[in-house]
């Protein structure tokens, strides 16, 4: 089974572009095989990774989920559902050199989607086998994780930035992670975008508050705008950049 790294935060905070660094860190460091997988509803790994997505898992649930009332059904009247499910699945796999990606998506219909989910779970599950690490970018309620869609998470990395009020809701996600009972071992913090890579007093008082274990801060890098505006994929930032420099350092801090 996958070593499985969840990314989480709220939105705007830089947590996206963290999770391609880190992506780009094992790849490069050749832990691979690697499975990413974009679970956040505001889905923009693939811009952070520059890789084209052609089509969803939540397209794939939808399509499985309104088999069963259309007067004209996908799936070959030869072929359960769970073989079709399959299927698509592998057909939705982005495969680049060094690691694949699956993109979670959206639902956008109505009604119990309880059976197709279980399908999900269980093709993620025969999925995951296949990769040393598996590194998910979740939305702040980290939905597919607390449901159960996605597997058993061994560390979840919280990216915040450098405002209390940032650091409350990364508090609010490791809370979350308790209520769910999630048994997850590690749980660290990054906090990001901060001016000469520094902390002031009140940030670290309310990170103390919110019992986090800071794993260390990211200075703001006016690099990752750039390539952002000029559309250029962020993880094609130099190795040598402020931010990338000190990510690496964290993440070769850690044992996983």
């Known amino acids: 089974m996958a070593y499985t790294i969840a990314v989480a935060g709220k939105g705007g905070v830089g947590k996206t572009t963290t999770c391609g660094f880190l992506i780009d860190y094992l790849c490069k460091r050749k832990q691979g095989p ?33 088999a069963e009332i259309s007067s004209a059904n996908p799936i070959p009247p030869t072929m359960s559902k769970q073989d079709y499910m399959e299927y698509k699945i592998n057909s939705a796999l982005i495969e680049e050199d060094d690691y694949d990606m ?5 639902t956008q219909g109505s009604g119990c989607y309880c059976f197709v989910n279980g399908l999900l779970q269980h093709e993620l599950q025969r999925l995951v086998g296949n990769y040393q690490y598996m590194v998910v970018d979740n939305e702040a309620g980290m939905e597919h994780i607390s449901r159960g869609i996605l ?8 990216v915040s930035d450098c405002s209390r009020r940032g650091i409350q809701a990364v508090g609010r996600i490791a809370k979350l992670v308790h209520e769910v ?6 749980v660290k913090l990054i906090v990001n975008r901060a001016p000469g890579g520094e902390l002031n007093e009140g940030v670290m008082e309310e990170i103390q508050k919110q019992e986090l274990d800071l794993l260390g801060v990211l200075p703001q ?3 990752v705008y750039e ?3 000029a559309g250029k994929p962020t993880v094609q930032i130099p190795e040598d950049a402020p931010v990338r420099k000190k990510l690496i350092e964290l993440l070769d801090s850690l044992d996983f």
Do not use: F, H, W
């Open 221 to 223: 890098d006016e690099l």
């Open 102 to 106: 699956l993109v979670m998506g959206r």
């Open 151 to 158: 597997p058993k998470v061994d560390m979840i990395i919280l």
């Open 181 to 186: 009972q999630m048994d997850v071992k590690n």
């Open 34 to 66: 690697i499975l990413a997988v974009d679970a956040d509803a505001n889905s923009n790994l693939n811009e952070v990774l520059g890789v084209e997505v052609d089509m969803t898992l939540g397209e794939i649930r939808e399509e499985v989920a309104r």
């Open 227 to 229: 390539y952002d505006c």
